[in-house]
């Protein structure tokens, strides 16, 4: 049978429910957004150990231009070293069919019979390749689904020159590609870009690999010294253009998932606590509140022979009935979200499964929590009903105690409005419930612009990448480096009006301490095609006399313009060369080096060369372009920017889009909840006085204006300081290490738009919260507010 | 100068009934009241509690309508009037004093009172209209800083700030003192006598009726009697 005093709990609970909703609802986010993100995490990190484990995911690759297999002992005997697994692996162009754009894959080789020791293919459909057809490939899973291949379809491909016909037998998933993107790309593009595995012996004497192999995977024992092993493998591959062994977490899917990983957690652990903070900040003015009201109850209670501790329980089962409304609340959403996000992530990270799945534990943490932040809010409120006295309970209490402001006091005020004069004495009288209301809301303020710049950059980083920055309509690469003379025949190709030829060699950068091996490109001074722009965002002309690094390499290998720069070729002559850096560039994907291309080729020593080169094309013969190009074996690739453009501009209008609208809400939600509970402890606070004003003959207008001035003022500094908080606060995200790898970089820009979003989303949060207490001026009861004694 | 008495009515009730509903069952506090406030007289409406007096005042004041019957303020009839036009009425014409004082406790005694002048179009200097009730000394208090009998007189202050026409007192005096008591009605008494005030004061003390020019005592939501006081005396002579 529910006690008396339990009946009262729920009455409480009925009677307050508007604040009692808002202030759960706040809860519910933050429970929703731990439980969200961190089971998507768990699901992710659970399917990625399962499946790095299964597929027996290398721990040390490592690339190179061609080493006999007779090294393999010698990998074999470094210290650490468990298993030594050598492939061939190159890229391939695809003519895929029905489709203008020529595609690109890697071809990675599997062992001539049996399955790889390691980096293992799981087989999603068909069967593997049998040994001694050449022809016989897998496919990658997303590639195969994004054509809608069926097995034996053919795929034709240029390999190594030739043209040679594919065909599908199976379908398959890899740990070393559970995130697939073009080498030098960000964003998956299934239909251009895919995985495809054959058996080793048909590789072999394709690329005239035989007896040799040119990529090679290690897995490490559990006590391994890694950065020993890596400079072992290093010191072996050398002779044999070794371009420098990397860890697991280098490896290009591995990083991207991590990163993701690391991003995730920021957010989960950030934001739910941003939530709950509120909700301990709402509870806190609620309690205070009901408690000053209920002294009268409580001395009643005491004086029938309830104990403190029954009394101080009976408020806290109220705090606790809001902490599991919350979280009940912010249980189901947090599924929905996790559940959710979690097959959105499927759609990029491919594993052979990614269940959604929730850490057992972690719904009671979030409850844990959200009940701590709770009690953190309302310790202070429960505390002092324990330690009323029966009779000084009974008593009112002490009037309030008012005085003229600050700023009336320094003369700095001298024709207030008497309604704004009590407004400001009410905040001078509880200041820190009016910077917390501030803090609550200027916190929900910047959330909008957190969540939201990430667009603005990303959209900002496409226009300055595919818009200023690349200013070709394509780009080809050759299969080898020409001599300049092919630039000829490459102006000859249809619809081409103009070309620019660059060379790009990889190098390995040496400055103290730091190692980093990149490529570094050559391009024509003169040319057009590739805008470079300085920190300024400035665009200026490549600079003579020397290097012209991207800001990150730079910063990687701690140089400055002026310092002089130590770098091998890695490959041809293996010869050192070192040169001055000229200027900084900003770019916004990996890492770049440039020079003049005829500084390059005089440093390497060579006749002036190309493999690659940026055109102009009459868009009207982008086909026969298309056309023609697949049928020249000396281009290796060929990359169109609109078409790169639009893949990630539907990406974002997709996702981030629904990923905006969901944390402006959820921001939304925070603001009114504020907002709603300052202006209702406002009326209940100030109710006789607004009656009696009204007595007096203040219109309701008037009567409104001075509830609502406490939340005008809230809102007149909290917007801007929001605004502000936002801008540091994604400023601080972008330069965080989520945020500013190798890979790459996000510029920090917020457009107008975005501001005048959230700040017009709060403006309206506060609207709404208005209208409520609005409605309740209409009802007020003035002569019953008269009658009684405060 | 004392103020005339007139017999012309400015507040006037018709058969006024009223009635709520009280949880389940329906409350007649006024049962058919025929009553007229005149203009410049000393009213005092003397009844226990539940006689219905209150809810009059209400209505007086315009802060509640009539159930049925009508209520006219000189010439204008107020019987139907909206909330707005009721708030107008009490804007512009009615000056209240609380049994609870009712002040803003975040505003001093001068802005108190400047809280009605300032939203009337004739109002009074708030310093004059707290001199008059003997507070000059007092402007810059908080409520929190004065007695009761002091914060009442602020109240009285307030309410004549406006130059109203009438003046409604519910218990001036229930929440103080004899002595304090005296002065606030003292207070009302010169408001009434030097500005010509029509003052309507609700009490349950019937010692109070000395002060009137009329006593009109209600029971039971109709008017008992009625009576004419030839001879008021000072509130100062009143003991209770």
């Known amino acids: ?790 | 100068m004392p103020a005339v008495t007139t017999s012309t009515p400015i507040l006037r009730l018709q058969q006024v009934t009223k009635s709520y509903p009280m949880g389940e069952v329906v409350v007649h506090a006024l049962r058919g009241v025929d009553f007229a406030l005149h203009q410049g007289e000393c009213l005092v409406l003397l009844g226990p509690s539940g006689s219905g007096k209150s809810t009059l005042l209400n209505i007086l004041g315009g802060l509640d309508v009539p159930t049925s019957g009508e209520l006219w303020f000189q010439d204008h009839d107020l019987s139907a009037a909206s909330s707005r036009e009721l708030t107008e009425f009490r804007r512009q014409h009615v000056g209240f004093v609380f049994q609870f004082y009712n002040l803003i406790p975040s505003l001093t005694a001068l802005e108190n009172v400047q809280l009605v002048s300032e939203i009337a179009p004739q109002g009074m200097d708030p310093r004059e209209a707290l001199e008059r009730v003997g507070l000059a000394e007092r402007l810059h208090h908080f409520p929190a800083q004065m007695s009761g009998g002091e914060q009442q007189r602020v109240a009285i202050a307030r309410a004549i700030a406006k130059r109203p026409e009438v003046l409604l007192c519910d218990e001036p005096t229930g929440a103080l003192d004899v002595q304090t008591g005296r002065l606030v009605l003292n207070a009302l008494n010169e408001v009434n006598r030097d500005l010509g005030t029509s003052t309507a004061i609700i009490t349950h003390n019937a010692a109070i009726g000395a002060m009137a020019d009329r006593v009109v005592s209600i029971a039971d939501g109709r008017i008992a009697k009625i009576e004419e006081n030839a001879s008021p005396v000072p509130p100062g002579s009143i003991d209770w």
């Open chain 1, 1 to 790: 049978m529910l006690r008396t005093l339990d009946i009262k709990v729920w009455r409480e609970l009925l009677r307050l429910r508007g604040q009692v909703v808002a202030i759960a609802m706040v809860i519910a986010c933050g429970v929703g957004v731990y439980l969200g993100l961190s089971s998507t995490m768990h699901s992710l990190q659970r399917a990625r150990s399962s499946n790095y484990a299964e597929q027996r995911f290398a721990h040390v690759f490592a690339e190179l231009e061609r080493a006999p297999l007779h090294l393999i002992p010698r990998l074999q005997a470094i210290e650490g070293v468990q298993v030594v697994q050598t492939r061939i692996v190159r890229g391939v162009t695809l003519e895929l069919p029905g489709m203008v754009e020529a595609g690109s894959a890697r071809l990675v080789s599997i062992p001539e019979r049996g399955r790889p020791e390691l980096n293992d293919v799981k087989l999603r459909l068909g069967r593997m390749p049998q040994p001694g057809h050449s022809e016989e490939v897998l496919v990658s899973e997303a590639f195969f689904e994004a054509h809608g291949f069926r097995l034996d379809d053919e795929l034709p491909a240029i390999v190594n020159g030739s043209r040679v016909a594919f065909r599908i037998v199976g379908v398959a998933l890899s740990p070393e590609f559970t995130y697939t993107v073009a080498p030098g790309q960000l964003f998956p593009d299934d239909r251009l870009h895919g995985i495809l595995w054959a058996r080793r012996k048909g590789l072999a004497a394709a690329f005239d690999l035989e007896g040799a192999f040119n990529n090679l995977a290690l897995r490490l024992a559990p006590q391994a010294h890694e950065a020993a092993v890596l400079a072992a493998v290093d010191r072996i591959l050398e002779p044999y253009g070794g371009r420098g062994a990397y860890p697991r977490r280098d490896q290009v899917s591995a990083f991207f998932l991590e990163n993701e990983l690391t991003q995730l957690q920021g957010f989960a652990v950030t934001i739910p606590l941003l939530f709950l903070g509120v909700a301990a900040f709402l509870l806190h003015i609620v309690f205070q509140r009901l408690i000053a009201t209920q002294r009268s109850d409580i001395a009643a209670l005491k004086a029938f022979g309830y104990h403190d501790r029954e009394v101080g329980w009976h408020y806290a089962k109220l705090v606790g009935a809001i902490v599991w409304l919350g979280s009940v609340a912010g249980w189901l959403l947090g599924g929905y979200l996790g559940s959710a996000m979690t097959s959105l992530y499927a759609d990029y990270y491919r594993f052979p499964e990614l269940p959604f799945q929730l850490d057992p534990l972690s719904p009671f943490l979030a409850l844990g929590v959200a009940g701590l932040a709770a009690g953190w809010g309302t310790a202070r409120a429960i505390r002092q009903t324990v330690g009323l006295a029966p009779a000084e309970a009974m008593r009112p209490p002490a009037p309030l105690r008012y005085r003229r402001t600050l700023l009336e006091r320094l003369g700095w005020v001298q024709k207030v409005p008497i309604g704004l004069r009590t407004v400001l004495r009410e905040i001078e009288r509880k200041p820190w419930r009016a910077v917390l209301s501030v803090a609550g809301v200027s916190m929900a303020t910047a959330l909008t612009i957190l969540m939201a710049f990430s667009a603005d950059s990303i959209r900002y980083m496409l226009q300055v990448q595919f818009g200023l920055s690349q200013r070709e309509d394509v780009q080809i690469s050759l299969l080898q480096t020409r001599s300049q003379a092919v630039l000829s025949e490459i102006r000859n190709l249809p619809g081409v009006q103009h070309a620019e030829p660059y060379r790009s060699v990889p190098v390995e950068f040496r400055a103290g301490a730091s190692v980093k091996r990149v490529s570094l490109t050559g391009l024509d001074p003169a040319g057009e095609l590739l805008a470079l722009y300085n920190t300024s965002e400035e665009r200026i002309p490549i600079a003579r006399g020397g290097l012209t690094l991207s800001r990150k390499l730079a910063e990687v290998l701690g140089v400055r313009p002026g310092d002089s720069l130590a770098f091998r070729w890695l490959e041809g002559a293996r010869s050192t060369h070192s040169a001055t850096v000229a200027q900084i560039v900003d770019t916004y994907v990996g890492l770049s080096a440039y020079m003049p291309l005829d500084e390059l080729a005089s440093t390497l020593g060579e006749p002036p060369t190309l493999n690659g080169a940026r055109l102009l094309v009459d868009p009207s013969e982008l086909a026969s372009l298309y056309a023609e190009v697949k049928a020249t074996p000396m281009i290796a690739g060929i990359a169109e920017r609109d078409r790169s453009l639009r893949l990630v501009q539907g990406m974002l209008d997709e996702n981030m889009g629904t990923m905006i609208w969901i944390s402006l809400s959820f921001a939304l939600v925070m603001a009114f909840a504020v907002l709603y509970n300052t202006i209702r402890i406002t009326l209940a606070e100030r109710s006789r006085e607004l009656a009696t004003m009204r007595v007096l003959g203040y219109r309701r207008r008037e009567v409104s204006a001075i509830l609502m001035g406490e939340m005008g003022l809230v809102l007149l500094v909290a917007i801007p300081l929001g605004l502000w908080m936002g801008h540091v606060f994604s400023s601080a995200l972008v330069r965080s290490p989520g945020y500013d790898t190798e890979q790459f970089r996000l510029p920090f820009v917020i457009y107008p738009s975005t501001y005048a979003i959230g700040a017009l989303g709060i403006l309206a949060s506060g609207l709404v919260s208005g209208l409520g207490a609005w409605r309740r001026l209409d009802r007020f009861d003035m002569v019953e507010v008269l009658k009684s004694r405060d």
